[in-house]
């Protein structure tokens, strides 16, 4: 289990890794925290020919918040933006979905946007963004478009980003004022890839569920109100709707049995929160 | 901007446990393999290389790090902390190295190297470590031999000594 | 405590290097610089013959020193050869067949390990795929397919026993209990996996190897027979410190003959460091294992005959020491209970799936599992207490040593008052009225309990029960179990020894020095004892080597026998120097006196030593204490009788555990509430090294029982090659234990001293099944549970789901056969201009994502290189496409097989063309595909959604072509509208 041979570019800004990124595209991927990437490498799934380090990009390694969004750069590590102090106050969601992300070790190395740029729909941060309605900023050399998670993540590891853009940084709004947070995980061992994971928001005008590890990508449902009493009956229906896989760990059954009752934990934390 | 070629091994400069070394690596090279096979530093284990068993954690720039997912050439220039470097002299062992002597929070060893790196890290982090906090980190290793209540004790014993030293000093 | 017993809360000598990162594995060890690094080439499938293997590319790579396929090993190296004579031939190479995912094709030979995974993907293999069979009842139906057509069976050995009268029993019998249960394959996983160094001295015509080899060493001859080498030209080392192994690291021997072969062949030292994924997928595990199991009961409860039919998956091969694992507990076959009458049905089948090999528990989960959770039924079916039912069966205090109706001599115990002082201390009546008030409030909470005897020191010659008596009788008698230990005393009078337990972890040179230092009245710090084994050197015998919870009983007491007769010798030198009797002589503080004047008094060093510098002063007939070997074998390990009884084992522990676990109503997890687990392994020789043991065993057990399963797809794909898909538990799935002990001593072994390392491996599962089955027991009546007891089990075993809403439209439901899906998507053109394109190889090409290279071979086959994946999972694949059933423009037919380094794929796709009302097409298709070899053993999780997405940009390139126009969105957007409108 030894990586293919490729060049590695160590780039001092992300405007380097952009321009390198933008001439090899397909040949080449960026590696960030290396969480997940470097397994892969490892096991010879992936064999780039060229390994585009960002870590040393001082500019990627931006926290902020401006006009009520929290801006995340390509470089900002997992464990760094769990002990930010302001994460509880700008995104009380990440705030709750974080610790779920693998373990401290792989925190402590793992990005933000590496994992969005994986885009596995088993994982936290890409339920998160799209639970949000965040928004990830893409970099082709220096030109810049901004794509709604729900239009980014199109499937198991396929995203909107072309083989020779770079990830930026990612957005996740802020909630409005009173918004009620909630989330819940299901997988084998704690730390593991979720086999169901939910999130909830419950604001006065809409009751949102979002849910990963069933469909290929995170699925979003929104009511306008939802009364508990119809709770259970919704929550079937959305199970119902999702194209749940079976695999060596859970059943689609067993998928459905969770967004039916995670959910529900979900939604009441929501709730208890909001009020 | 550095790039380095593919087929051509490459000076790598790292702090070592508080030593200058350096040494010869291929871009692909894991730094637990230049650890183990370049540097002869054997104290870390690899237990998986797909970051899972932990066995290899170590610490980059004072953060735990699993040393399978990094690259040798990553490190250039940095500080890198492993098992070897965690007694206080050849002869003698850390509070908690100590403290897993006395709660046999080792059978085999193998993967004792990656959760040490991982306690020690914690504990040095996080003055008045709880349960909760050292259950969380045991959780990125894995251990068969122990059964992992010996490692928590041994784990919680540390902390306390070392908390009872700072207030004593 | 006995005499010759260390201090038990001595601190181990071992941890001090192993802390400090100075410990001395395998790989820590320093490598010959002309080594060669190997890489082992596996097949991607369960079952096909090997057409050719093209090597070429690969010997070219630079760096490559060679690259060594099965004929090369066949010229310099023979098969492995096993207890149980078959007409197969098991080679540790495949030859011109594989018959499991993972087994071994080639091996290169590199300057570095990444050079020679470089290679490995070099290598073109191919293969004719044959249907493999993966369950082993239906290995045994008329029409499976054969895997050793020398055998034209797949049943390797079939052996029927009875013992006391079981037909009469269950023909009086008040009440027939009968359950049928599946024992899993799983595995202990030592973090630490195979290493070997293999060395070939051609003037000597000699091998040296070092491997983390564990033993037992009657495999030792297996090695040299298969090397065609005298055992003393296959120098065998372990090094001091090995990982864990738990029984796994005898598999490593397969390769000590693969490599040793490959070291003669390129007359170079070969190295080779088994990785993860190799480890998961190819090494050894616990015999998977199908039991139809009936008691015959009287009204009260009181079992009187067992019949057993058994059915043991050995995988491909029969490999030594199997079948071990089946016959390991033949004396033990009715556990704890007193049950006079038995029979026995046991057959051996191959099945695509890799040969399995010792694993912590051997035979005893198996065995537990099906007879506990019987015994857990016999309680529901009698409406009894399940407690008083193993009250009621329990062998009586009085009836040690007991014999049991298979042969076995249960050398001593006082199993009911080891339960009723775990009822009294376990608080076992308080976990009574937890079930209660949990059930009260409408929470599932069950209680299971299990009886088990802990076998330990395995007679050698208990595998011969696997033949019938005519068989043993031309083979020559097997028994006993010698164990070997040294103790030397050097010129300056300290104490070294050299054991054969070949330690992983157990803290084994501890009680050494302690027993030595007890017995010679030395500090056990100044004793120095090794455990790495030479077999050029050290005393061995087959029985050498950590398995069957041997070292406390066996090991230790070889110890203290050799430790004995020094001190005795030491003990005739000193009298004759003090000139008072050796009866008078004692040894404490580093010295030995007299006790009657303790001022007479001398120096250990200076008395032990003097055989070095005057050999001459020695009183007439006593030996020289220079050095001693104590072998020892209990005279009770005799071989099989006529009548097929065997005592299988030299001691036998007692354990009874109980449990209170809890379902969780939203995830369906289980959740262990209580765990209380009582021990009589004799006497303790090391309080913290016991409960480490039990500790170890607990969670290997709690995986067993509810996290790990070596999983194959139908197909034969390996699904479990990562820790993420072998979800070894953490600290989290652990939870805390109640350990409990009394003691009777052995009185067969030296120190009084029973095994103890396995016995939670044996009855924790079955336990946490019994208590899971009882929380289910309310609403669901007896089940009928197969481990591991994962979420997704239970689910299924709780009520029916929640159907969807009324009129709502769902997905179609996975048919858990590999990959399937279906979808449709409409285009702007006519069935018939769809057709052609399809029909043209060109523009199929064109459509086929990442092809280059497409050659017609057929108007109706087209094979090609294509690059597939998804994200950054990329890998180039050869794919041969056929095309059937056509219907012109209606229908057709899509078959493909993919095959590269990353590995296979097959499926068939339908494609229906219908016509809308609009003058376009809806295209429908729907696809199964199954996938194996790497990417099915470590992206299983991916695959599902991997095969949409390729899929699917066929079917968008399809409706482009079609369509005339580039599509107005981007292309992935266009794809996810129409995998969209799927559903």
């Known amino acids: ?275 | 901007m550095r790039r380095l070629n593919a087929d051509q091994r490459h000076t790598v400069t790292l702090t070592l446990n508080g030593q200058l070394v350096e040494g010869q690596a291929t871009p692909r090279m894991l730094l637990s393999d230049f650890l183990r096979h370049e540097l002869a530093a054997t104290g870390t284990h690899v237990g998986c290389e797909h970051g899972v068993c932990g066995a290899c954690t170590l610490r980059i720039d004072g953060s735990m790090a699993r040393s399978c997912l990094t690259l040798a050439v990553q490190v250039d220039g940095a500080v890198v902390d492993t098992v070897e470097g965690l007694a206080p002299a050849p002869d003698r062992l850390s509070v908690l190295q100590e403290s897993f002597r006395k709660n046999h929070a080792l059978q085999c060893g193998f993967c004792t190297a990656g959760i040490l790196m991982s306690l020690d890290t914690l504990l040095r982090d996080t003055p008045d470590v709880n349960e909760d906090q050292i259950r969380d980190v045991l959780s990125g290793h894995l251990c068969r031999c122990t059964g992992y209540q010996a490692i928590l004790n041994a784990a919680l014993e540390a902390a306390e000594t070392i908390s009872k030293e700072t207030k004593d000093a | 405590m006995l005499g010759g017993t260390p201090n038990p809360a001595m601190l181990r000598v071992e941890d001090a290097p192993l802390v400090t990162g100075r410990g001395r594995f395998f790989d820590d060890l320093p490598t010959p610089r002309a080594a060669l690094h190997a890489a082992i080439l596996r097949s991607p499938h369960a079952h096909a013959c090997i057409q050719s293997i093209d090597t070429s590319a690969a010997r070219a790579l630079k760096g490559i020193h060679s690259v060594i396929i099965g004929d090369d090993y066949a010229q310099v190296a023979a098969p492995l050869m096993v207890g149980v004579k078959l007409p197969i031939q098991c080679w540790p190479i495949a030859r011109d067949k594989v018959r499991y995912t993972g087994e071994p094709v080639a091996v290169v030979l590199a300057a570095d390990r990444y050079l020679a995974e470089d290679a490995l993907d070099l290598i073109k293999v191919e293969y004719d795929v044959f249907p493999p069979v993966i369950d082993p009842l239906l290995a045994l139906g008329d029409d499976a397919p054969i895997l050793h057509d020398e055998m034209g069976v797949n049943l390797g050995s079939e052996r029927q026993f009875s013992y006391g009268d079981p037909d009469a029993a269950f023909a009086t019998a008040d009440h027939i209990t009968e359950i049928s249960v599946r024992y899993p394959r799983n595995s202990c996983t030592p973090i630490e996996t195979y290493g070997v160094l293999a060395e070939w001295h051609p003037h000597d015509q000699a091998y040296d190897v070092s491997a983390n080899f564990q033993g037992p060493f009657s495999i030792h001859p297996v090695i040299a027979r298969a090397l065609n080498v005298p055992g003393n030209r296959l120098r065998l080392k372990t090094p001091e410190d090995s990982g864990g192994s738990f029984g796994v690291k005898q598999g490593v021997f397969p390769y000590i003959a693969l490599l040793g072969a490959c070291a003669r062949i390129a007359d170079r030292p070969v190295k080779w460091v088994e990785d993860r994924l190799e480890h998961l997928t190819a090494s050894v595990s616990a015999t998977n294992r199908a039991i139809t199991l009936r008691a015959a009961v009287t009204k009260s409860g009181r079992v009187t005959a067992l019949a057993y039919d058994q059915v043991e998956d050995v995988g491909a091969y029969l490999r030594a020491p199997e079948p071990a694992t089946l016959y390991r507990m033949h004396g033990n076959l009715c556990g704890a209970y007193d049950i006079p009458n038995l029979s026995v049905r046991n057959r051996i089948v191959m099945t695509n799936k890799t040969p399995t090999g010792l694993n912590r528990g051997f035979g005893g989960p198996q065995i537990y599992f099906a007879l506990e959770r019987l015994m857990q039924r016999v309680a529901v079916d009698l409406a009894l207490d399940p407690l008083d039912v193993i009250r009621t069966n329990l062998i009586g205090t009085q009836s040690f040593p007991y014999r049991t109706a298979s042969g076995a001599t249960y050398d001593s115990g006082d199993y009911t008052q080891a339960v009723e002082r775990a009822v009294s201390d376990g608080a076992y009546k308080a976990l009574l009225a937890r079930r209660d008030d949990a059930r009260a409030e409408g929470r599932i909470y069950g209680i299971g309990l299990t009886a088990a005897v802990e076998p330990s020191v395995s007679n050698m010659g208990y595998l011969s029960t696997a033949l019938t008596p005519a068989e043993r009788a031309k083979a020559g008698p097997k028994n006993g179990a010698q164990s070997c230990a040294t103790i030397s005393i050097d010129p300056v009078g300290s104490v070294s020894a050299q054991i054969d337990s070949v330690p992983q972890g157990q803290g084994h040179k501890t009680i050494v020095a302690g027993i030595i230092a007890d017995r010679l009245g030395l500090d056990p710090k100044a004793i120095r004892v090794t455990a790495a084994m030479d077999t050029a050197k050290d005393a061995w015998s087959i029985a050498a080597g950590n398995y069957s919870s041997r070292f406390a009983a066996a090991s230790a007491g070889a110890v203290r026998i050799a430790a004995d007769r020094l001190r005795d010798r030491i003990a005739q030198i000193a009298a004759a120097q003090l000139n008072v009797t050796p009866e008078d002589i004692e040894f404490a503080g580093g010295k030995v006196f007299s006790i009657a004047n303790p001022d007479a008094s001398l120096s250990f060093s200076r008395v032990a030593s003097a055989a070095h510098w005057a050999p001459a002063t020695l009183p007439d007939g006593v030996g020289s204490p220079i050095r001693e070997t104590a072998i020892w074998t209990a005279p009770e390990l005799t071989a099989p009788t006529e009548g097929d009884g065997i005592n299988s084992s030299l001691c036998h522990a007692f354990i009874f555990d109980f449990c209170g676990v809890e379902i969780d109503p939203v995830t369906h997890e289980v959740r262990i509430d209580r765990y209380v687990t009582m021990h009589d392994c004799g006497t303790i020789l090391h309080e913290g090294m016991v409960e480490g043991q039990i500790r170890g065993a607990f969670a290997h057990a709690v995986g067993a029982a509810l996290f790990e399963e070596y999983a194959y797809a139908d197909d034969g794909a390996f699904l479990a090659g990562t820790f993420a898909d072998y979800p070894v538990p953490t600290i989290h799935e652990i939870p805390d234990l109640q350990i409990l002990h009394i003691c009777t001593p052995s009185p067969l072994t030296p120190l009084g001293a029973k095994g103890v390392g396995e016995g939670n491996c044996m009855s924790t599962p079955v336990c946490i099944a019994n208590a899971v089955a009882d929380a289910l027991a309310p609403a669901h009546g007896p089940l009928d549970l197969t481990l591991p007891l994962s979420p997704t089990r239970i689910a299924d075993l709780l009520a029916d789901e929640r159907p969807a809403p009324e009129g709502q439209m769902t997905a179609p439901e996975p048919n858990g056969k590999g990959l399937s899906g279906q979808g449709e998507a409409r285009v702007d053109a006519s069935p018939q201009q769809i057709w052609d394109l399809l029909m043209d190889a060109d523009q199929l090409a064109a459509m086929i994502p990442g092809a280059h290279g497409v050659k017609q071979i057929t108007p109706t086959r087209f094979v090609a290189d294509v690059t597939l994946g998804v994200g950054p999972v990329k890998g180039r694949y050869r794919v041969d496409v056929g095309l059937s059933d056509l219907v012109e423009p209606h229908s057709a037919v899509l078959t493909g097989k993919a095959s590269g380094a990353l590995g296979t794929g097959s499926g068939t796709g339908t494609v229906t063309l219908t016509p809308d009302e609009q003058g376009g097409t809806v295209i429908s298709y729907r696809y199964e595909a199954a996938v194996g070899g790497k990417v099915a053993a470590v992206g299983g999780r991916l695959l599902d959604g991997a095969a949409k997405i390729v899929i699917g940009q066929f079917f968008a390139a399809l409706g482009r072509k079609a369509g005339g126009q580039a599509p107005k969105q981007g292309l992935m957007v266009r794809l996810r509208a129409l995998l969209g409108g799927a559903r």
């Not at chain 1, 992936?46 to 990009?57: G, R, S, Y």
Request: hydrophobic share 45%; glycine share 8%.
């Open chain 1, 1 to 275: 289990m030894k990586p293919a041979p490729f060049d590695y570019v160590r780039c001092d800004s992300l405007d380097e890794a952009a321009q390198v990124i933008e001439q090899n595209g397909d040949a080449a991927r960026i590696l960030a925290g290396g969480q997940s990437l470097m397994p892969m490498l490892n096991m010879r799934l992936a064999q780039p020919a060229v390994l585009v380090d960002i870590m040393p990009a001082t500019d990627a390694r931006q926290i902020t918040v401006d006009k009520a969004v929290l801006h995340v750069g390509a470089g900002v590590r997992q464990a760094d933006l769990l002990a930010w102090p302001g994460l509880g106050a700008a995104a009380p969601l990440l705030a709750r979905s974080l610790p779920w992300v693998g373990h401290t070790q792989t925190r402590a190395r793992g990005t933000i946007c590496g994992s969005i740029a994986h885009a596995d729909p088993s994982s936290e941060l890409p339920l998160t963004l799209a639970a949000l309605g965040g928004t990830v900023i893409l970099r082709r050399g220096n030109k810049r478009r901004k794509v709604a998670a729900a239009d980014f993540f199109m499937g198991m590891m396929l995203t909107d980003k072309a083989d020779d853009e770079v990830i930026e940084a990612v957005e996740f709004p802020q909630m409005p004022a009173g918004t009620g947070t909630g989330f819940r995980e299901v997988g084998r061992r704690k730390g593991d890839f979720a086999i169901v994971a939910c999130a909830a928001l419950i604001s006065n005008d809409r009751v949102r569920l979002a849910i990963g590890g069933v469909n290929d990508t995170p699925v979003l449902h929104d009511w306008d109100t939802l009364d508990p009493s119809d709770e259970a009956e919704a929550l079937n229906a959305l199970a119902w709707s999702l194209d749940a896989r079976a695999d060596l760990h859970a059943s689609a059954r067993y998928r459905r049995d969770l967004v039916r009752n995670l959910g529900a934990t979900a939604l009441k934390e929501a709730r208890q929160c909001a009020a």
